[in-house]
């Protein structure tokens, strides 16, 4: 028997649909947000194919363990605007965490979702999902990371800001790090730590023990103000964080770049499970994109997933963060939730 991971079905279904027994009585979405209730669904009836009524597809919305009104109604939209498009039946969950939605697309229990990037990497090196679309943000699916120092600290500075480009490889630049101790922001954030940790290693660079000081703003305001850590790393540019320049007027000036990671961070990335047919991939390309043409399905799209805008991606686009990640020698189940 195959057991889904504990969800709350969207209150999507009145009664047990064929394939998907055992299911535990949800709320209906109209009343209140509730807790997640633990189901158990068995399997699909054999020989069916994926996307009949006997076999639906499941579509996992972001988890969560008390879904909103909104996310409730945003689901419900998303799921008939999708079964409308595609032909398909769908089933509509929310996953209680992150790490519970990987666990599902290895157990064929998820078939489209959305995935953050490090549950995109653990995902894609389980051979469970395969990149569909990725969130576009500023005309780009993907962003960079910054080294960044104080002025007066005595680093030699290898970004130029006038051309926008580095002028050296990273391990030029970076072994002036060596035995420097470093600000990261937090031990998830793939710009403010994972990232230039990686970059680090790949250098062969070892640094002291870290700071981790709970934000990029933070990270800027430490190197500001000196004494806490030699050099730290933020997103591309974090020093034009609201407030920063007002409280620090000279910010600009005293807190300079370094080295500037390429922009290969990406942002969250749409997944279909591995394994789906080219003819599958296909509708539900087409449907998506569709969808985020209408004022309904785009409204879903942010709602559920923070979605304004999102490009076709391939799995091979993402091989340098892969390897950079990697570098880092940090655990990929660690890094989600």
């Known amino acids: ?20 027994g055992g299911l535990v009585q949800t709320p209906d979405p109209t009343s209140a947000p509730t807790a997640t209730p633990s189901l158990t669904p ?40 999708l079964e409308k498009a595609t032909g398909y039946s769908i089933v509509s969950v929310i996953p209680p965490s992150e790490t519970e939605l990987v666990q599902a697309f290895g157990a064929g229990n998820a078939h489209v979702g959305i995935l953050s990037p490090f549950g995109y990497l653990l995902a894609s090196s389980e051979n469970s999902v395969e990149a569909a679309f990725a969130r576009q943000q500023d005309g780009s699916i993907f962003y ?30 970076l072994a002036q790090f060596n035995d420097k101790k470093p600000c990261w922001s937090d031990e998830l954030s793939p710009s403010g730590y994972v990232v230039p940790l990686g970059f680090l290693k790949q250098a062969n660079v070892e640094t002291r023990e870290p700071a981790f000081v709970a934000g990029h703003p933070t990270v800027i305001r430490a190197i500001y103000a000196g004494g806490i850590c030699d050099f730290g790393a933020t997103y591309v540019d974090a020093r034009t964080y ?9 910010v600009m000036k005293r807190v300079q770049v370094l080295w500037r990671v390429p922009p290969i961070i990406p942002y969250e990335t749409l997944v279909f499970a591995h ?4 003819d599958m991939r296909r509708v539900l390309t087409r449907a998506f994109v569709d969808l985020m043409s209408t004022p309904d399905g785009k409204s879903a799209m942010q709602t559920l997933y923070g979605f304004d805008a999102m490009q076709v991606v391939q799995d091979s686009q993402y091989e340098d963060f892969r390897k950079v990640v990697q570098a880092s020698g940090l655990d990929l189940v660690n890094l989600i939730k």
Not at 46 to 74: K, M, S, Y
Not at 242 to 250: M, T, V, W
């Open 1 to 20: 028997m195959k057991r889904l991971f504990p969800l709350l079905l969207l209150g999507i279904l009145s009664c047990t649909r064929p394939g998907i």
């Open 42 to 81: 068995t399997a699909s009836a054999p020989g069916a194919a994926l996307g009949a009524a006997e076999n639906p597809l499941i579509l996992a919305l972001a988890p969560t363990a008390r879904a909103t009104q909104d996310v409730l109604d945003a689901g419900k939209t998303l799921k008939a605007l």
């Open 144 to 173: 960079g990371a910054q080294f960044i120092v104080q002025s007066e600290a005595g680093f030699t500075l290898y970004f130029d800001p006038i051309k926008d480009e580095n002028m050296v490889e990273a391990p030029v630049a």
């Open 242 to 250: 609201p407030g920063l320049e007002d409280a620090y007027p000279d």
């Open 275 to 278: 394994g789906m047919t080219e």
